[in-house]
């Protein structure tokens, strides 16, 4: 009688554990028919109707109080006092036809390097202009919602990059701890609660359906996928600029997930690529220019580096690198205000840079020998530095020093490294013993509470404009930007103050805040704009018209476009008082900007007319008229 042959046992998987179960070996839901392929309508939703709850619950919560909070900072340039917005659905051909600061200024100024054009988010308030108006209430709550649906999207799209194990509940998963951990994360606070960040929140929804859309493409083949790709990846570079890193990101994953061939994700990536050079085309032919507008930018609030060396800048951007590591694990000190000099300018002998260029130096290692063996930390790793680095100031300079709202997208690359890392590996340093693994759950709760904690204590400040520069100068000190808008923001107060020794005591705050501002950056225009202000405040209490004169002699010198001085000067002429005074000063600056400083023949004109409305006899004057003739 014949043997029965023996099946053999299906081996067990020799795979490093660090790398994630083919997409196209095992499916995260049956097949079916994908219609339009719409991310929203799928039976994935049904089957993680729970944590999805959670997850869209917890990013919503944290944030709804924001929809009682006023614009602050750029909204005024994206939104309030942007002209196109005012025109509702009749501003949207503006909007998408011109430079985005075009709006607010009324022309195209190319004050910051590489100009901006990033016409979605604006689109999307003209949009609600046109229905209810500037309205801080309905925008911030759409800021909420956004985020909410990030959130599901970044989960989403984690599900079919870590299949869920069958033994491995729901909330002990990849997808689900990284994207809580996203969620959570104070950092992302900026983007959030001021409506301006907007543009980060849709570049990060348009990149990441993108991308879903390329990894259900490689599993079915279907060209509507890939099509779908296209669109979104275009809305998110409408939105932003950095959306562009996707290009690499996007087969990075397919590589690093699947047994897909080259040809494949060849495939997928030309059309990206394609897409991207299009807009990249699109935002040349509108704005005129790819990076260089031919105008050097020397204004220490648009070129923070304007002050520095090559030496000196590459250092400080390297140092940059280290506070964002620094600000994702421990995020403590928080602030809106990156500008000089908060980051101080540094040098290459300084150990924060040298330790910097270690880490990152360390963190290339582990992702160069994690490549072929598709790491999960390699993954992260290259991430967080592809999509860091458009806004990092290393290929061009972006405006300021940091932001945080500048690591908002990479911060999904350190999320999932530390939901691996506590997930993972770290129950593998002794895996007979059950304590590491409840060691590191624990450790994934401290971060999430830690996370949510800071982040209910951070959504206030950005409540009104002087919560928020409250906020920021007990942080960012040294910020000429900062003690400049916390003064600006008191004296809005001071305005609407009616008891007189209150105004003096806030006005003794206002100066000591734009005197430190200019301390940092004697040529700060606002800040210099706010100091005559200022002077003429503090003539209204203490009547001497020496010291009016004098220190507007001080900000002249600086600042001799100042409308502001010379609206006072004409007031003081109509008020017949101090004639003599006021001539002598108007003699003064006429001399000072023709014969000792700049020759500037039209502003020696206007102040020694002045001089002569105030005093038509004087013969320095009369003798100074004839010279400028």
């Known amino acids: 009688m014949a043997k029965k042959k023996r099946k ?45 709850l959670i997850l869209f619950v917890l990013a919503f919560g944290l944030y709804i109080s924001s929809v009682g909070f006023e614009y602050v900072l750029d909204d005024q340039i994206v939104l309030s006092k942007n002209n196109f917005v005012k025109k509702g659905l009749g501003g949207i051909k503006d909007i998408l036809t011109t430079e985005s600061m075009t709006g607010y200024f009324g022309e195209q100024k190319n004050l910051i390097v590489g100009g901006r054009y990033r016409p979605l988010s604006i689109v999307t308030f003209a949009i609600e202009y046109e229905f209810f108006g500037a309205n801080s209430k309905v925008s911030h709550f759409i800021n909420v919602l956004l985020y909410g649906l990030t959130g599901l999207l970044l989960f989403r799209v984690l599900s079919i990059l870590f299949p869920v194990k069958n033994d491995r509940q729901w909330y002990l998963s990849m997808p689900f701890i990284a994207t809580l951990l996203f969620v959570l994360h104070p950092i992302h606070s900026e983007v959030v609660a001021n409506v301006k960040g907007r543009d980060e929140i849709m570049t990060l929804m348009g990149s990441l359906a993108a991308m879903y ?14 099509i779908l790709s296209m669109i ?25 997930f699947s047994n897909t061939s080259f040809k494949k994700i060849a495939i997928v990536t030309i059309p990206l690529i394609l897409v991207g050079v299009a807009f990249i085309g699109l935002r040349t032919g509108i704005i005129g220019y790819l990076l260089d507008s031919g105008k050097e930018v020397t204004d220490l609030m648009n070129n923070p580096f304007a002050e520095m060396n090559g030496s000196q800048k590459y250092a400080t951007i390297i140092y940059t690198l280290l506070v964002y590591l620094k600000l994702l694990i421990f995020p403590v000190q928080l602030t809106h205000d990156y500008y000089p000099y908060h980051i101080p300018i540094m040098s290459w002998g300084d150990w924060r840079v040298i330790l910097s260029l270690i880490v990152h130096f360390g963190l290339g290692v582990i992702a160069l020998l994690g490549l072929k063996k598709k790491s999960v930390f390699s993954y992260a790793i290259i991430f967080y530095l592809a999509t860091l680095s458009i806004t990092s100031n290393l290929p061009f300079t972006v405006g300021t020093f940091m932001n945080e709202r500048f690591v908002y997208i990479s911060s999904i690359g350190f999320c999932v490294a530390l939901a691996y890392l506590l997930l993972e590996k770290l129950p593998l340093l ?21 996370f949510m904690a800071k982040t209910i204590m951070r ?49 003794k705050d ?33 009547r001497d018209i020496n010291q009016l004169l004098t220190g507007f002699e001080k900000v002249l010198k600086i600042k001799r476009n100042h409308s502001f001085i010379e609206q006072y000067i004409e007031y003081l002429i109509s008020k017949g008082s101090h004639d003599t005074a006021v001539a002598e000063f108007c003699y003064r600056m006429g001399h000072q900007f023709f014969a000792q400083q700049l020759r500037d023949r039209t502003y020696a004109t206007k102040y020694i007319n002045y001089g002569l409305q105030a005093d038509p006899s004087n013969a320095q004057l009369l003798q100074a008229r004839t010279q400028l003739q």
């Not at 859309?213 to 890939?226: A, Q, W």
């Not at 002794?430 to 830690?450: E, Q, R």
């Not at 930007?481 to 004296?491: H, L, P, Q, S, Y």
Request: proline share 6%; charged share 20%; aromatic share 12%.
């Open 8 to 52: 053999k046992p299906i081996p067990k998987s020799t795979a490093s554990t660090s790398v994630a179960t083919p997409i196209e070996k095992k499916p995260v839901f049956k097949k079916r028919k994908e219609g339009l392929g719409l991310i929203f309508t799928e039976k994935f939703w049904i089957k993680n109707l729970i944590p999805s």
């Open 459 to 507: 959504v206030p400040a950005w409540a009104t404009p002087l919560s928020l520069n409250t906020a920021a100068i007990k942080v960012s000190k040294n910020s000429a930007r900062a003690n400049c808008f916390v003064g600006t923001a008191i004296f809005e107060n001071y305005k609407v103050e009616q008891d007189q020794t209150k105004k003096q005591e806030m006005l």
């Open 510 to 542: 206002i100066n000591y805040y734009i005197n430190r501002s200019l301390e940092i950056n004697p040529r700060y225009g606002s800040a210099l704009t706010m100091k005559g202000g200022l002077i003429a405040e503090d003539y209204r209490f203490n």
């Open 430 to 450: 002794k895996p007979d013993l059950p304590a590491m693994k409840m060691f590191g759950y624990g450790l994934i709760g401290l971060f999430c509470v830690g």
């Open 213 to 226: 859309y390329s990894l259900k493409y490689v599993k079915t083949d279907k060209i509507h996928l890939l």
């Open 232 to 256: 979104t990846f275009f809305l998110a570079l409408l939105a932003k600029e950095n959306a562009l890193t996707f290009i690499a990101v996007i087969p990075f994953s397919i590589y690093f």
